[in-house]
């Protein structure tokens, strides 16, 4: 009879909060450590993916991106921007991103290296170098505040019909994240381009204002 009521409790707290136009916040699961270490990887590499394929859902989707985001990035002029600036910025380039990649035959390769200066202690992953393997390093755990900082270095590579693959850019990207109900959420991102951040900088002049996140140099150079 307890359970009943209890039951029937819950309903009735659940129906007036609905009413009073109250939404519950559901609390993140309980911290499993070796879990979510797997997760917050996932999460950057599904970041990652999206990047290269320029899905505008899986690079900053409400899934992906925690509520007051902040993107900042930095070459010698630093500039930020919110989760709603970096959508339009993303969803007004879709159309041609998507053209790009379908006529053009154009790739992008965001590759994460170890941040370590000598050789990655992951597999596969090849430092200075083009390779499939991402390399992030977890550079902060907090299980009392649920949230976590990774980091990496990272090249860019890119190719398309007749022009053979470049390496355009590299540096260094921070991202910080909260455990949600919803999964490990994106709160705030930090790339900084320069041999300041890679000492095997790839070079590339800077083009400025960035867009987006600021990859992706080929379609800019061959005037598409």
């Known amino acids: 009879m307890k359970v009943r009521q209890a039951i029937v409790l819950l309903a009735l ?13 559901m ?7 070796a879990e979510d270490l797997v997760r917050i990887t996932d999460a950057v590499n599904d970041w990652v993916r999206g990047v290269e394929g320029y899905d505008v859902e899986a690079m900053a ?3 992906v991106l925690a509520a007051g985001f902040k993107l900042t990035i930095t070459e010698r002029l630093t500039m930020t921007k919110n989760a709603d600036t970096l959508r339009t910025e993303l969803q007004r ?3 041609a991103q998507g053209r ?23 597999a596969g992953d090849i430092v200075g170098e083009y390779d499939n ?27 398309a019909t007749g022009v053979p693959r ?3 850019d590299s540096g260094e ?52």
């Open 61 to 63: 989707g409400r899934r």
């Open 133 to 159: 393997v991402n390399a992030w390093s977890v550079v902060a755990l907090d299980k009392a505040k649920v949230t976590a900082r990774i980091a990496g270095r990272f090249e860019v590579y890119e190719q």
């Open 13 to 25: 707290v659940a129906t007036t909060a609905l009413l009073a136009g109250c939404i519950p916040v």
């Open 27 to 33: 609390p993140a699961p309980p911290w499993e450590e």
């Open 93 to 95: 380039d879709e159309i």
């Open 100 to 122: 790009f990649r379908t006529e053009k035959g154009y790739m992008l390769r965001l590759d994460i290296d170890s941040p370590n200066a000598g050789s990655s202690a992951v």
């Open 173 to 224: 990207i921070l991202i910080d994240l909260v455990k949600t109900s919803a999964g490990w959420k994106f709160t705030d991102m930090t790339i900084k381009f320069g041999a300041g951040f890679y000492a095997d900088f790839a070079g590339a002049e800077s083009v400025e204002p960035f867009e987006c996140f600021g990859f992706g140099r080929l379609p800019t150079r061959e005037g598409w």
């Open 166 to 168: 470049w390496r355009s």
